[in-house]
Every structure is written in C-alpha cells, then in structure tokens.
C-alpha cells in the first residue's frame, strides 16, 4: 500500500508539471506575438489553454482521490494541500494568458501599435517568474522559491510605472485611449500571472518546511498574535 501511494503520489507531482508545461507554452506564445506582431499564433493560445483547463481538472480529481483513498500524514498531507492550491494558481495563469491574447488580437489590428519597452520587460520577468515557482516545486528548493517572491516587486513597479505613463498619453491625447486600454489589461494580466507565480513559491515553502509565509506572516508570528 505504501509503495501504491508512493507512485501515486510521484503521479501527481508529474501530471501537475505537465499541466505547467502548458501553462509555459501560453505566456511564450503571448509574448512571442507581441514581439513578432503576429496574430497567427493567437488561436493557438486557445487551444493550449483547453488543454489546461482538461489537466486541471485531472489534477483535482487524482489530488482528492489521494486525500480520500490514502489519508496522507504530516509532509505528504502538505505536499498534496499545496498541489491542490498550485493546479488553480496554474489553471487561473491560462485564463490570464487568453485576456492577454484577446488584447494583442485588438491591438494589432491597428497599424500605428507600438509595445512600450516595459511592457515587453514586464512578460520577461512574468515568464521567470513562473520558470522558477516551477523549478522550486521540482527541486523542493524554498531558496528558488524566495527568489521568486523577491522578483514580483520588479513586476509590480513595472505595472505601477506603465499604468501611470499610458494614462498620461491617454489624457494628452485621446486618440491612444483605444491602444492605452488593451496595454492596461496587458499589464494587469501580467501582473496577476506574477500573483500566481508568488502563490506556487509560497506553497512550495509550505510544502517543504511547514511554513505558511501568506500575508507576511510566519507561523511562530501568527501563533504569538493569536494568543493576545
């Protein structure tokens, strides 16, 4: 029986990296048609991300079948918990990825689009991001994955900074409000696929030490605030 759980359990480690690979495969065909200014590959975005969707859901039903079937302890327990959370972090990267291919669909239609030079630094940092929670959760290292928590500041300024700078075009000149708006959402999903990214360091640090870093807080810090 231990030796079933076992396989089960390095299964499921392995069906969620492939879901992942996916999930890669998305934001690089996004960013490779900003950078190209190809639309081709836009309907490819949707295609992967069905495959998404359908990994996703395998994932969910193999995790709780191993809660059900096996009762996990202790690391185990943990590591499951915490690929629960990562499939849906992962699920809601895909959902991002499609927002973002329905923005370049617009915005390249128009002949005048130019990417700001932030915006293309924002994917890089974005698709690092994501590399790494993924290498952290594959080596079950806590050190790649407080890199990661580190490198979403970087994302977060970037998105501050374009979002100031694109309305300021916008209020000079009304004629960029169209391209402003579709670079916004652009920002904003990128943003959010870095969230997600944090969220899966986060769970492997959980899964790996047993601490829950969430909202900046460790757990000797929580218990202490609880007991007052």
Do not use: C, W
């Not at 934001?27 to 990994?55: G, H, Y």
């Not at 590591?79 to 990267?93: F, G, H, S």
Request: proline letters at 3%.
């Amino acid at each position: 029986m231990e030796r079933h759980f076992e396989t089960s359990l390095r299964d499921l480690k392995q069906q969620l990296v492939g879901m992942a690979g996916y999930v890669e495969k998305a934001i690089d065909l996004a960013a490779d048609v900003l950078t190209r200014r190809d639309p081709a590959q836009i309907e490819e975005i949707f295609a992967v991300e069905k495959e998404i969707n359908k990994r996703h859901l395998a994932v969910d039903n193999a995790s709780v079948t191993l809660l059900a079937l096996q009762q996990p302890l202790a690391a185990d327990l943990r590591l499951i918990v915490a690929v629960l959370k990562m499939n849906t972090d992962l699920e809601r990267m895909g959902d991002q990825a499609v927002n973002i291919a329905y923005a370049l669909k617009d915005l390249l239609a128009r002949p005048n689009f130019r990417a700001p030079k932030d915006l293309l630094e924002m994917f890089t940092h974005a698709k690092f991001m994501v590399g790494e929670a993924l290498d952290s959760f594959v080596q079950k290292s806590p050190a790649l994955s407080r890199d990661v928590l580190k490198r979403d500041e970087t994302v977060d300024a970037l998105k501050n900074k374009i979002f100031r700078e694109t309305v300021e075009k916008m209020k000079a000149d009304p004629a960029q409000i169209d391209d402003g708006l579709g670079i916004i959402l652009i920002a904003r999903n990128l943003e959010r696929i870095g969230d997600h990214a944090t969220n899966i360091a986060e769970d492997v640090i959980f899964a790996a030490t047993g601490e829950d870093i969430r909202h900046g807080y460790k757990v000797e810090t929580l218990r202490e605030a609880l007991k007052k």
